[in-house]
């Protein structure tokens, strides 16, 4: 034990250890939202969308993952718009704009003179080398998650459940798309820094699959991924750390082998019965 | 009586394409309307204008109640079954209108009124399964105590007897006129021969719509009003058989 005291004594560790605990709570609940309303793969578009604003950043010298963030509410608002007013194939749409993010990043990152430091660290994520500046951004997100969800969980909730259902009963359908929207893309952004692009869609997803092998209710669904994600995080932090592999994967690695632990643990007591 | 509900020469669709044309209907109170017709004929299109979920391309809709004294049983396959939400949050979400800043004090008589319709049912001891885990007949229970959450003036039903076995249809069928007594009901159904018994009156709708006065009606009026329907008998239930509808006609009438 003594010695994951010492790990705490480190700035840098303590700030992982934050982040790690930051991501469990704003993804936990963004990404039940997202498993139970079947949007991963408009969250994948998004995700993948913000790579543009990145390479944005790089070549006009701004903070990337502020580009980042202005490209992920653009693409999840696009996305909305081509496939509800321009009639194209959701999915399509969703793959325009992913392909087409991806694109720009790449244009861009390789037209900043130069070296494009860190450019790993965005694609794959670095959960040690975030910074305090950054710990606070996912503070404020997370409350503002919080919140968002504590006030509004039942509407959220309905709306989820049965759209339709809900336009009849005059709740604010079109408006909570467009929050819950901005709510993804400031998640997915914020961190990019944890997991990296490449792999976010992991702890919008797999701590989520893991809660619902235990619960069928949004509310307990949101508590358990909380849980999950965090528990995951902190192990994969610990295992790349005195591993020395890269955090992003290792956390990503932890946190199939704990779905899988879950499940089996289920199997059997199912079977036991 | 008092009119709910007046259409207008109203014609709706989607993406452009006209569905339900020239329709004029009344809803009444006291009224219990079924609604038949074949499969892409509109029925569903019909209840979702009247939903306010489509708006109508021309013509007009005057709802003399509001749109939440409507309660509303969508088609079962509309639902997702594998959503993490419980029978009972299920059936407080009828009240949605209220799920905005609730109170204390709200919430507590939203629950209550909740649990005494799942009663009512029958269905208590499942209040607190998850919506997938359920059995047809026990899913259209609970989407009726959803709907009827708020206490409506008209009641909307689509296709309530879809994946439910025959006892429960007529326990159901006979739970609507129970509540007839108290609002209007539209009820659409493809099984023609079992509503038309408990229904007051039949509303054909295949592109245009029909409102015939009572709920019996003849071959030889449904064959001018081109409205092509299938045969369902039921061994218990009383029925009445209307004209067996050809292969090629009902083609054309998908949209």
């Given at each position: 034990m003594n010695i994951i005291t010492e790990l705490f004594s480190y700035d840098f560790f303590l700030n992982a250890f934050l982040a790690s605990l930051l991501a469990a709570i704003s993804c936990g609940i963004v990404g039940t939202y997202i498993v139970s309303r079947r949007i991963v793969f408009i969250s994948g578009g998004i995700t993948h969308a913000s790579f543009g604003g990145i390479g944005m950043g790089y070549y006009l010298g701004i903070n990337p993952l502020l580009g980042a963030g202005i490209f992920s509410i653009l693409s999840g608002m696009g996305i909305q718009l081509f496939s509800s007013k321009?009639?194209?194939r959701e999915d399509s749409s969703i793959a325009i704009w992913w392909s087409l993010g991806m694109a720009i990043g790449i244009i861009f990152v390789y037209l900043t003179p130069g070296y494009a430091p860190n450019l790993m660290s965005y694609l794959f994520?670095?959960?040690?080398?975030?910074?305090t500046g950054e710990i606070w951004l996912m503070l404020a997100l997370s409350l503002v998650i919080v919140l968002f969800f504590t006030l509004f969980y039942r509407t959220i909730l309905y709306i989820s459940f049965d759209e339709d259902f809900a336009k009849t009963s005059d709740l604010p359908v079109n408006l909570f798309n467009y929050l819950l929207m901005i709510l993804i893309s400031l998640t997915i952004v914020l961190n990019i820094r944890v997991v990296g692009i490449i792999l976010i869609l992991s702890l919008l997803t797999i701590p989520q699959a893991t809660a619902n092998v235990l619960t069928r209710e949004f509310g307990r669904m949101m508590f358990y991924s909380v849980g999950f994600a965090f528990l995951a995080s902190f192990i994969g932090l610990l295992i790349s750390y005195f591993a020395d592999i890269p955090s992003g994967a290792t956390i990503i690695f932890t946190q199939v082998i704990l779905f899988g632990l879950v499940k089996l643990i289920k199997m059997i007591s199912l079977t036991a019965k | 009586m008092k009119k709910l509900l007046e259409i207008k020469n109203l014609s709706a669709g989607y993406d452009g394409n006209v569905?339900?044309?020239d329709v004029n209907l009344q809803v009444y109170s006291g009224d219990f309307i079924g609604v038949i017709g074949p499969n892409g004929g509109g029925k569903t299109t019909l209840i979702k204008t009247i939903l306010g979920l489509i708006k109508p391309m021309s013509g007009e809709m005057t709802l003399n109640?509001?749109?939440?004294?409507i309660g509303y049983l969508p088609q079962?396959?509309?639902?997702?079954?594998?959503?993490?939400?419980?029978v009972i949050d299920v059936v407080r979400?009828?009240?949605?209108?209220?799920?905005?800043?609730?109170?204390f004090h709200r919430n507590r008589k939203e629950k209550e009124k909740a649990e005494s319709l799942l009663a009512e049912m029958g269905i208590?001891?499942?209040?607190?399964?998850?919506?997938?885990?359920?059995s047809g007949g026990q899913m259209q229970r609970v989407f009726l105590c959803r709907a009827l959450m708020n206490d409506p003036q008209l009641l909307v039903l689509d296709e309530?007897?879809?994946?439910?076995?025959n006892n429960f249809e007529g326990e159901l069928y006979l739970k609507l006129k129970e509540l007839n007594e108290q609002m209007a009901i539209i009820l659409i159904s493809h099984d023609v021969g079992t509503i038309s018994f408990f229904v007051k009156t039949i509303a054909c709708v295949n592109r245009h719509l029909h409102h015939h006065p009572s709920n019996i009606i003849s071959e030889e009026q449904l064959a001018s009003y081109d409205c092509p329907l299938q045969i369902i008998t039921h061994g218990n239930i009383p029925h009445t058989v209307l004209k067996l509808h050809d292969e090629h006609e009902h083609h054309e009438h998908n949209h």
């Open positions: 321009g009639k194209v994520g670095s959960i040690l080398t975030v910074s | 569905v339900i044309e109640i509001s749109k939440t004294n079962v396959n509309q639902i997702d079954k594998r959503f993490p939400i419980s979400s009828g009240k949605a209108n209220s799920a905005l800043f609730s109170s208590s001891a499942i209040r607190n399964k998850a919506i997938g885990e359920l309530p007897s879809t994946y439910v076995d």
